[in-house]
Structure formats: structure tokens, C-alpha cells
């Protein structure tokens, strides 16, 4: 019997930043800041080189983030080379609860696509109507699916932005290709707050551990850069 070869996926590069001891916000309703202005303008290069960000439905309603390109040079960039001024958006979702005022709907002109569990497309239709693209992923929603109708969707970059869970998903499943993960100066110590990831069984351990490509200091930052596969030697 032949083995059939893989389905095609983008490039996978997930982006985070958290606290020396692990948490990527804190339990008030602020957000909490671990980056500085030189690191976000280095996660800005980033975005602008990707063909899609993705983030979970708990960002969306936590951070209402943009996921746009900032810098008015690099979104000139992308459209010289016929690409639009930023990325696609992509989110997934298991209930559709989703806000058609936030921003990851309302700011720009990006392509907005929303990957749902089966049995809440039908809902999260109705909520959206316009504003995305929303896809039957499934049930439970399959990151490797999306990954292959991101390909079909001509995605070859996609930038995981978070949250936790979200990336989670990527690591346990074995695809996430490189991580960007930036250490910010101080400790939260608050048990309620939210970690990098949870627990869960992840194809890197002390038997196999991830290849530390990159350390980097960035104003009172660390960018920590792991080759979490053999296409980032190539991709990157």
C-alpha cells in the first residue's frame, strides 16, 4: 500500500508574550502589557510578512485586537507587491459567540474568515452576516482541517497570535513550524490569571526538546525564537 503524502499547509509561526513565570495577562479587566514599543513594531514585521493572522474567539472578545498591519510603510510594501495592506483574519470558534462590533470585523479591509464548530454555523451566520467568511470546520473544530483550507484559501504564512488555548491546539497537534515567545521583565503570581498554554501532551519534552534558534534582548525584552520543525531552517 502506497502512503498517501500529506495535504499541504501554510507555514505556522505562533507569536507570544508572557511574564517570567509563564502567564500572558493578569486577572483584571485591563490588559496587561509585557511587550515594549520596540518589540511590538518587530511583531508588526512579522504580521506584514504573513498571509493571515489567526487568534481564538476568546481574544476577540477579551482584546478586541485590529490584527492590522501599523506601520504605513510596510502595508505600502504589501501593496506594491498586489497584496492587501494587511493579512487576512482568521478566527475559530466552538460557540460562535462572537461580537459583529468588534474590531477584528470593523477595522480595515482585510479578509475576515471564521472557522466554527458544526452545530453553531447556522447561528453565527445569522450574527455576522457580511463582515466574515464563516466555515464549517467541524466538530470540534480541526486546526489541521483549517490549516489544509488555508492552503486551498492560497495562505502560506499564517501567524498564530493566541490565546492559550489556541495554542495549545497547534503545539499538541505537532503544527506550529516556529515560535516567537518574548519574556517580559516581571512575575504575575496570580493562579487565576491565564498561562502561556495549560496542560497538555506536547510532541516536545525532555526527551526531545525544541531547537533554540534565536535569543535576542530587545529593550528590557527577551524574543526567545524555537524551530519547532524542519521548515523553519527553510522558511525562515
Not at 19 to 46: H, K, P, T
Not at 52 to 77: F, K, Q
Not at 190 to 217: K, N, S
Request: with cysteine.
Amino acid at each position: 500500500m502506497s502512503c498517501q503524502p500529506e495535504p499541504p499547509r501554510p507555514y505556522v509561526l505562533l507569536s507570544c508574550a508572557a511574564s517570567i513565570d509563564g502567564y500572558i495577562d493578569d486577572a483584571s479587566e485591563q490588559r496587561l502589557l509585557l511587550s515594549n514599543d520596540d518589540d511590538l513594531d518587530r511583531v508588526d514585521a512579522v504580521r506584514a510578512s504573513c498571509d493571515a493572522i489567526l487568534v481564538g474567539a476568546g481574544t476577540v472578545r477579551r482584546d478586541d485586537p485590529r490584527l492590522l498591519v501599523r506601520s504605513p510603510s510596510r502595508r505600502a510594501e504589501r501593496a506594491a507587491s498586489g497584496r492587501p495592506e494587511s493579512p487576512t483574519k482568521v478566527t475559530l470558534t466552538a460557540q460562535g459567540d462572537l461580537d459583529p462590533t468588534a474590531r477584528f470585523f470593523t477595522a480595515g479591509d482585510s479578509t475576515r474568515l471564521v472557522y466554527c464548530a458544526t452545530d453553531a454555523v447556522e447561528k453565527t451566520r445569522e450574527r455576522l452576516g457580511r463582515l466574515a467568511t464563516v466555515i464549517d470546520a467541524g466538530e470540534p473544530v480541526d486546526p489541521g482541517w483549517l490549516l489544509t483550507d488555508l492552503a486551498a484559501r492560497g495562505v502560506q504564512r499564517l501567524m498564530v497570535e493566541g490565546g492559550g488555548t489556541v495554542h495549545a491546539q497547534f503545539l499538541a497537534a505537532g503544527l506550529a513550524d516556529e515560535l516567537h515567545l518574548v519574556v517580559a521583565p516581571f512575575f504575575v503570581g496570580d493562579g487565576r490569571a491565564p498561562r502561556f498554554v495549560g496542560e497538555g501532551r506536547f510532541p516536545w519534552h525532555p526527551g526531545r526538546r525544541a531547537r533554540l534558534a534565536e535569543a535576542r534582548q530587545i529593550g528590557d525584552v527577551v524574543l526567545l525564537r524555537y524551530a519547532l520543525s524542519a521548515r523553519c531552517a527553510a522558511d525562515s
